[in-house]
């Protein structure tokens, strides 16, 4: 497997590449400045500091290594933020004076680099191998003068972390300094062990808010009751531009001619496939959209649709197919067979060497195998000395001496685990002995036992997916333009019903904000270019424009609305109902009737008294609710005296505090809860700090006109 593949197979690792605190941007920042610029290599600025093209682009490539599979808006999204983070934290590091050495660099390398997650670079403990990695960069500057796709996009991965681990090293320095002042103080920590052990009983009454607006007539709450709170409020409610748009999309399928011609080509390669004899693999290759599988799997590895054609078809030479499931055809046939066992204990003899993974050994790799070719030779002759060996020889220090070689029982997977020696296979009895090469190094590996046999199963697969043809393309392609054309100047209603009649997907009356990046129940990767479109300078109502995916459907946009000024009544009304609905609670409760005992308070409500409730200062819990300003009056009210109504989180409280008690001792050690708080602590601050910066930065966005 290829360096590059390692990488990949860790696709997590991309995570640490992203920033140093990911967290910063929980909120997208929605102050950035949308403007043109003149020099179309600049795409942003952040406080004056170029953010150019070629970074930009440079940062999209290296993160798409990783995340192949994810949409390229998603991606630029992403990158744009890891740039503006980046410039954000290297300014305020650098006006402090904040600067990266060689040691830091190297230490960085070791610690923050995506290269610091690689086996091939890691020691017998797990850390990262500088020496290792070092030999790694040697190689690949002597392999570069003969660069191959492969070599060449290595080298310019290096590159990439080089140039960039400086960066971090800084805005890493920064982030420390900030946080070495934030700690607890014993007084802190103390006071918060004494609120876990303090506590008091209560007896409460409770009443839900429902019981309270049926019973007091709170509904129907009336527009102009709403309009009356937001000119009370104004300050709660700033103005947003927003656009409302409507789609119709376009989705490309094939023709039934497609169709026809596609199954009649299935057929033939169905016969085909069937009389191959010894020739699947080749026909797989030539014809499938997936590789060859060489694997052998049991039956419970295999698909349920798969499992169910063994049951009934287990000759070799057995077709399976064609079936069809939204446009993607399948044909297997089932190749070999064999019989194998699905758990083996083995033992082994570990010969390392310098090249190896996990490896401290100084030897050659020609040496290892030297060793290990003359240990097998004698070992299968002298197959009673193994125990001895592995003792006396085997590299594996920690398998050796507790274990005696031992690697357990080992479950087969659908492929072989060690090397080129076939454990599995019910060839290989017990006590076989055989000589097999890993990234470890060499192992001479002895079958201590076997268990559980068991069929195995290869299957060649034939898989090809049903694309519209060109001519089809071109036909759909003049049907949407038509459409288009016809019902570009209808009005929203005709051009729904219009698209409803011939069938298309419809998406009616979508909001959207000029800083957001995707479209609710659209997202596509043109989301961003559609929203830029609706916000353009001469845009207005009724405008249409149509835009193609890169798999050629079609999506049709009508401007519906276009909002400058205020937030519209709906989209607030069901925020603003339960701030007018304790209003009038609170003026309900206001009433001298509410100043009477717990126990009339209760008839009056026709509510159980609930009795000697054990409450927690830290917690905040009352029975399965969570309600501080109840817990906090317990605390503060007087004793055997019934309080004044309170608004929980759920309904209205009454409560009369009996007892209040601690059960805190004076601990040996408080370090534990200090830490706990810091760790809170800094965990707080590093989310305030992420926002406060970005809103005080002057951002300057010019994607649009890339």
């Given at each position: 497997m290829s360096f590059l593949e390692k990488i990949r197979k860790n696709t997590w690792l991309i995570f640490l590449f992203i920033s140093i605190f990911l967290i910063f941007f929980i909120l997208d920042p929605s102050i950035l400045l949308k403007c043109f610029s003149k020099n179309s290599n600049i795409i942003g600025k952040v406080n004056n500091d170029h953010i150019s093209l070629k970074e930009y682009i440079e940062s999209f490539q290296f993160l798409k290594k990783f995340r192949e599979s994810e949409p390229d808006y998603l991606l630029k999204n992403d990158v744009w933020k890891l740039l503006v983070h980046e410039k954000v934290l290297n300014q305020q590091a650098i006006k402090l004076g904040i600067k990266s050495t060689k040691k830091d660099f190297w230490k960085a390398i070791?610690?923050?680099?995506?290269?610091?997650?690689?086996?091939?670079?890691?020691?017998?403990?797990?850390?990262?191998?500088?020496?290792?990695?070092?030999?790694?960069?040697?190689?690949?500057?002597?392999?570069?003068?003969?660069?191959?796709?492969?070599?060449?996009?290595?080298?310019?991965?290096?590159?990439?972390?080089?140039?960039?681990?400086?960066?971090?090293?800084?805005?890493?320095?920064?982030?420390?300094?900030?946080?070495?002042?934030?700690?607890?103080?014993?007084?802190?920590?103390?006071?918060?062990?004494?609120?876990?052990?303090?506590?008091?009983?209560?007896?409460?009454?409770?009443?839900?808010?429902?019981?309270?607006?049926?019973?007091?007539?709170?509904?129907?709450?009336?527009?102009?009751?709403?309009?009356?709170?937001?000119?009370?409020?104004?300050?709660?409610?700033?103005?947003?531009?927003?656009?409302?748009?409507?789609?119709?999309?376009?989705?490309?399928?094939?023709?039934?001619?497609?169709?026809k011609k596609m199954n009649n080509k299935i057929k033939k390669l169905f016969k085909e496939f069937k009389n191959s004899n010894d020739h699947d693999s080749i026909i797989v290759s030539n014809q499938s959209e997936k590789p060859f599988d060489y694997n052998f799997y049991l039956k419970k590895q295999l698909p349920p649709i798969l499992q169910f054609f063994v049951e009934k078809n287990n000759k070799i030479g057995s077709m399976f197919g064609p079936i069809k499931d939204n446009n993607i055809y399948v044909i297997g046939k089932l190749t070999r067979k064999k019989k194998l066992f699905d758990s083996v204990l083995s033992s082994h003899i570990l010969i390392?060497?310098?090249?190896?993974?996990?490896?401290?050994?100084?030897?050659?790799?020609?040496?290892?195998?030297?060793?290990?070719?003359?240990?097998?030779n004698f070992v299968k002759k002298n197959p009673d000395q193994f125990n001895y060996?592995?003792?006396?020889?085997?590299?594996?220090?920690?398998?050796?001496?507790?274990?005696?070689?031992?690697?357990?029982?080992?479950?087969?997977?659908?492929?072989?685990?060690?090397?080129?020696?076939?454990?599995?296979?019910?060839?290989?009895?017990?006590?076989?002995?055989?000589?097999?090469?890993?990234?470890?190094?060499?192992?001479?590996?002895?079958?201590?036992?076997?268990?559980?046999?068991?069929?195995?199963?290869?299957?060649?697969?034939?898989?090809?997916?049903?694309?519209?043809?060109?001519?089809?393309?071109?036909?759909?392609?003049?049907?949407?333009?038509?459409?288009?054309?016809?019902?570009?100047?209808?009005?929203?209603n005709t051009l729904i019903n219009n698209a409803r009649k011939n069938k298309y997907e419809t998406i009616f009356l979508?909001?959207?904000?000029?800083?957001?990046?995707?479209?609710?129940?659209?997202?596509?990767?043109?989301?961003?270019?559609?929203?830029?479109?609706?916000?353009?300078?001469?845009?207005?109502?009724?405008?249409?424009?149509?835009?193609?995916?890169?798999?050629?459907?079609?999506?049709?946009?009508?401007?519906?609305?276009?909002?400058?000024?205020?937030?519209?009544?709906?989209?607030?009304?069901?925020?603003?109902?339960?701030?007018?609905?304790?209003?009038?609670?609170?003026?309900?409760?206001?009433?001298?009737?509410?100043?009477?005992?717990?126990?009339?308070?209760?008839?009056y409500f026709s509510k159980k008294i609930n009795k000697y409730c054990k409450i927690n200062f830290y917690n905040l819990m009352i029975d399965d609710k969570k309600e501080p300003k109840v817990v906090g009056s317990a605390f503060s009210s007087n004793l055997y005296k019934t309080s004044k109504p309170i608004l929980g989180k759920k309904g209205i409280f009454f409560i009369k505090p009996l007892k209040r008690f601690s059960i805190y001792k004076k601990p040996d050690s408080i370090s534990s809860e200090i830490e706990s708080l810091n760790t809170l602590l800094r965990k707080n601050t590093l989310e305030k700090l992420g926002d406060v910066l970005i809103e005080k930065s002057v951002i300057k966005d010019y994607r649009k006109n890339i």
């Open positions: 070791k610690k923050q680099s995506i290269y610091s997650h690689i086996t091939d670079f890691q020691d017998i403990k797990g850390d990262m191998d500088i020496e290792k990695f070092k030999l790694y960069l040697k190689k690949l500057n002597k392999k570069y003068v003969n660069k191959t796709p492969e070599i060449k996009e290595e080298k310019n991965m290096w590159l990439y972390e080089k140039n960039n681990i400086k960066k971090r090293i800084i805005a890493k320095k920064y982030i420390e300094m900030l946080m070495y002042g934030l700690n607890t103080s014993l007084i802190e920590a103390k006071l918060n062990q004494i609120n876990k052990n303090l506590f008091s009983i209560i007896d409460y009454v409770f009443i839900p808010y429902s019981e309270i607006e049926k019973k007091y007539n709170i509904y129907p709450i009336k527009n102009i009751d709403i309009f009356n709170w937001i000119n009370k409020n104004k300050f709660l409610y700033k103005k947003i531009n927003l656009r409302n748009l409507s789609f119709i999309i376009f989705n490309s399928s094939p023709s039934l001619d497609d169709e390392s060497h310098k090249e190896a993974i996990h490896s401290f050994n100084k030897r050659t790799k020609k040496e290892a195998e030297k060793i290990a070719k003359n240990l097998y060996l592995v003792k006396k020889k085997s590299d594996d220090f920690i398998n050796a001496k507790k274990n005696n070689g031992s690697l357990g029982w080992i479950k087969y997977e659908g492929k072989n685990l060690i090397g080129s020696f076939d454990i599995f296979s019910s060839e290989n009895k017990k006590g076989k002995i055989g000589l097999t090469e890993t990234k470890f190094g060499y192992h001479i590996i002895r079958i201590d036992e076997k268990k559980n046999p068991k069929i195995a199963y290869q299957f060649a697969m034939i898989i090809k997916t049903l694309i519209p043809s060109k001519k089809t393309k071109n036909i759909f392609h003049e049907k949407v333009m038509s459409f288009f054309k016809n019902n570009k100047n209808s009005n929203l979508e909001e959207v904000k000029n800083n957001q990046s995707i479209i609710n129940g659209l997202n596509t990767e043109l989301d961003k270019k559609i929203i830029n479109w609706s916000f353009e300078k001469n845009r207005k109502i009724g405008d249409t424009n149509i835009f193609h995916t890169s798999n050629k459907d079609y999506i049709m946009v009508y401007l519906s609305k276009i909002q400058k000024n205020g937030i519209p009544i709906e989209k607030i009304k069901n925020e603003i109902i339960p701030l007018i609905v304790d209003n009038k609670i609170n003026k309900i409760l206001s009433n001298s009737f509410f100043k009477k005992s717990l126990e009339e308070i209760a008839f």
